[in-house]
């Protein structure tokens, strides 16, 4: 078959799109990725896959939306895809409309986290849910990372076709396992980062956007007896409210953007995420996978994977208190981090191995 993978930018075709690309690659499919251009389109190039860059905004810009719309569907009937495969929200809903104005035979999109959620504005969960419902009606597949969403979508009747599946979310078990080599990339990396060797080191990747919690972070940090190592940025396409990284405790090591995610995790000894929102996070998953206890927010996907008192901590959303409390229990307590360590990465092996996850979807979608 002749596949899109289609998404808003590239550094999500990239970092996350990219092992599902290369197995239907590997199972004799031809794959092409759309999204805009940047950075990390000659990476995915390097792997062997063909890009098609078109432009598509992170913005409620209508004039915009058709503009792309329209080459999505000048691009959809001259490659003559099998399937189109959409992720992403702006993005997935231009596509959904585009490829079945072009006559693509099967649509299929995967919500790795529908926008609308319990604690959004009544008004606004009902536009969103709308325009799901609308895009639903262009869609033979639809896989949600996250059961709860999967539920949501079953109850509000979000796909036409009759497949609704929670695919869960996956990483590769090799790249984040635990330390292996006595501790030597642990003292590397903490020489690095100012960060005495007997510290602990509290350790959160993702943009740097106020919706991942990063100023109740900042201020639960102040006070603490631990260290944080904060790695991530804020995307130029990225339309959420910034961090002000203005004034943040002393004990903060705001990172940037690090290709050695997995060496981090290995040279800490706690996960956070204190998202407001999420579909699936990898980045729970991998600090599970690398043996780490997590502390997360109570939201939909996180409390999934979380098992509280189990494998981590979660606390309400935005509540710095709780934060810096569950902070403090799992910093002072090391037979704690290594239980609910040793829990997750059991857990997240039985459930989160990117090879299952995978398998999931070429089999659901018939390309194995």
Not at 24 to 51: D, F, I, L, P, Y
Request: proline share 5%.
């Amino acid at each position: 078959m002749k596949i899109c993978q289609l998404c808003a930018v590239d550094f999500t075709l990239y970092h996350f799109l990219l092992p599902l690309i290369k197995a239907e690659q590997a199972a004799g499919h031809e794959v092409v990725g759309v999204c805009s251009n940047g950075e990390w389109m000659h990476k995915v190039r390097e792997q062997g896959v063909r890009t098609v860059p078109v432009a598509i905004a992170r913005t409620l810009n209508p004039l915009s939306h058709w503009r792309s719309y329209r080459r999505l569907v000048r691009l959809f009937r001259r490659e003559r895809f099998d399937m189109v495969h959409v992720h992403t929200p702006i993005a997935a809903l231009l596509g959904r409309l585009a490829a079945k104005r072009a006559g693509v035979p099967t649509v299929v999109y995967t919500a790795h986290g529908f926008y609308f959620h319990e604690r959004m504005a009544l008004w606004k969960r009902a536009l969103f849910v709308a325009l799901e419902k609308w895009g639903g009606w262009y869609i033979d597949i639809l896989f949600t990372q996250a059961e709860e969403d999967a539920e949501s979508a079953r109850r509000l009747r979000l796909c036409r076709g009759k497949v609704i599946e929670a695919i869960g979310n996956g990483v590769d078990p090799a790249r984040f396992a635990p330390a292996g080599d006595g501790g030597e990339a642990r003292r590397r990396l903490r020489a690095e980062l100012n960060t005495p060797e007997d510290s602990v080191v509290v350790m959160m990747t993702g943009r740097m956007v106020a919706e991942k919690g990063y100023p109740e972070l900042f201020a639960a940090m102040a006070g603490q007896d631990a260290i944080l190592w904060a790695a991530g940025v804020r995307l130029e396409s990225d339309h959420a409210a910034p961090v002000d990284a203005a004034g943040v405790p002393s004990n903060v090591r705001l990172l940037g953007y690090r290709p050695d995610v997995p060496d981090l995790l290995r040279a800490a000894d706690i996960f956070t995420l204190p998202s407001h929102r999420e579909g699936m996070p990898r980045s729970i998953i991998e600090a599970m996978m690398t043996g780490l206890p997590v502390i997360a927010t109570d939201i939909r996907g996180s409390r999934e994977e979380v098992v509280a008192g189990d494998t981590g901590l979660l606390v309400p959303v935005n509540d710095r208190k709780a934060l810096a409390g569950a902070i403090r229990e799992l910093s002072c307590n090391p037979t704690m981090r290594k239980r609910m360590g040793a829990a997750g990465r059991t857990r997240a092996l039985n459930l989160y191995d990117e090879a299952k996850v995978i398998g999931r979807q070429l089999t659901r979608m018939k390309l194995v």
